[in-house]
């Protein structure tokens, strides 16, 4: 089989939230780059505009269409909802990537950072597929399903707060919705898997990432020495969405560099000391 026939996406449209920036950028960026016409929406449309008109000029098989779309409340979510129906009679593709973060440290983290994180991270991203399913069952068959790619955290898979303790217990319950929801939408042809990423450069992460001296100290503390690349996510889209991802649901997918599998020390070092 041809890289084309397992990873091309030619025909089919997908939806980014949040993909203007960061990991829903460079998710944008590979669905385009397989053929794709993406819809880029998050709050700030004009952002979401200068993206795709990027995304166009890069001479990509795909096309993107900008514009503004909040999933951070019932009524932003119905409007891009209607949006969406006004634009396509079918979604192929639904990357829920909207998401904030919070971070402060442990004993002054304050209460309304757990509501605004959880209403976007795991409020918005249930009621947005919930509110998209019937045209990604338009676009569901046996043989290609439709494909939904939530965005969590390999915070969400291991004990790190770093600060950011509702962003982390979000992740945690993005995955687990990922997992109820393939469940349940099996029989309807219509997948859903999570990414896990570590870090990867965004506004997110700009505390982390943006110095390049700092950016590599972060590096150095992952597994295989380095912060994430546009195309580590960009390639793991391909494959979701793409023929050869058909067969794959209710997997969370570590895009972290080997963050996921760190333990700790080992428990008996100073025994071979």
Not at 80 to 100: F, V
Request: net charge negative.
């Amino acid at each position: 089989m041809t890289p084309d026939a397992l990873f091309g996406l030619s025909g089919k449209t997908a939806l980014v939230t949040g993909g203007a920036t960061g990991v829903g950028r460079m998710a944008a960026e590979g669905l385009v780059a397989a053929g794709a016409r993406v819809f880029i929406a998050s709050r700030k449309e004009e952002a979401c505009e200068a993206a795709a008109d990027d995304l166009n000029a890069a001479g990509y098989s795909g096309r993107a269409e900008g514009f503004g779309g909040d999933v951070a409340t019932e009524q932003g979510i119905d409007a891009l909802a209607a949006e969406i129906g006004n634009r396509t009679e079918k979604l192929d593709i639904l990357m829920n990537n909207a998401g904030t973060s919070w971070g402060t440290p442990l004993g002054e983290f304050p209460y309304f950072a757990w509501e605004r994180v959880m209403q976007l991270n795991v409020t918005g991203l249930f009621h947005l597929t919930q509110k998209l399913l019937p045209l990604l069952e338009t676009a569901a068959s046996d043989d290609d399903p439709a494909r939904v790619v939530n965005v969590g955290s390999v915070m969400g898979e291991l004990p790190h707060g770093d600060r950011a303790y509702s962003y982390a217990a979000s992740k945690a319950a993005v995955h687990h919705l990922t997992k109820i929801l393939a469940k349940e939408l099996a029989d309807r042809r219509i997948t859903v898997n999570a990414l896990a990423p570590g870090p990867f450069v965004s506004k997110m992460t700009a505390f982390a990432t943006e110095d390049e001296q700092v950016r590599s100290r972060v590096g150095a503390q992952v597994p295989l020495g380095r912060v994430g690349r546009r195309e580590d996510i960009a390639a793991a889209l391909q494959y979701l969405c793409g023929r050869g991802g058909a067969y794959v649901t209710g997997a969370i997918l570590p895009i972290s560099g080997g963050i996921n599998v760190e333990t700790g020390p080992d428990l008996f070092q100073e025994a071979y000391a």
